[in-house]
């Protein structure tokens, strides 16, 4: 079996910091392209950033230079500090990951819940 495990939303005040992470374990053979996306109430989701296995990223305008994802391959495990956090930013972050659990196998992408980020003084 796979899980993953999302963490890091909660209350922050504006212009704080906080750091999601999102951690997978079990029978995974390998880890791909993993991201993070965003849901606002009443709003599309968005991508906030992702990055491949090689560690090559992308992000939103929106966060550029307040944000660096990162993972960490051997722990199977994705990190998004993200800093100087404003009124736009609170929505439901959601983590992606694309992942094999046998090689030559199907490509299965994993959406997580969403740990919530509000910003409130």
């Known amino acids: 079996q796979v899980h993953f495990v999302e963490s890091g939303g909660g209350l922050v005040q504006p212009g704080g910091s906080l750091r999601l992470s999102c951690a997978a374990s079990?029978?995974?053979?390998?880890?791909?392209?993993m991201g993070w996306y965003r849901q606002a109430p009443g709003k599309q989701r968005e991508l906030v950033a992702t990055?491949?296995?090689?560690?090559?990223?992308n992000y939103a305008d929106a966060v550029k230079g307040r944000s660096t994802i990162s993972r960490d391959n051997a722990a199977k495990t994705m990190y998004l500090p993200m800093n100087s956090l404003k009124p736009d930013d609170p929505a439901v972050y959601y983590c992606?990951?694309?992942?094999?659990?046998?090689?030559?196998?199907?490509?299965?992408?994993?959406w997580g819940q969403g740990p919530q980020v509000t910003v409130s003084s």
């Open positions: 990055i491949t296995s090689g560690g090559a990223t």
């Open positions: 992606n990951a694309n992942y094999r659990t046998r090689i030559a196998g199907p490509v299965y992408s994993y």
């Open positions: 079990g029978n995974i053979c390998s880890i791909y392209a």
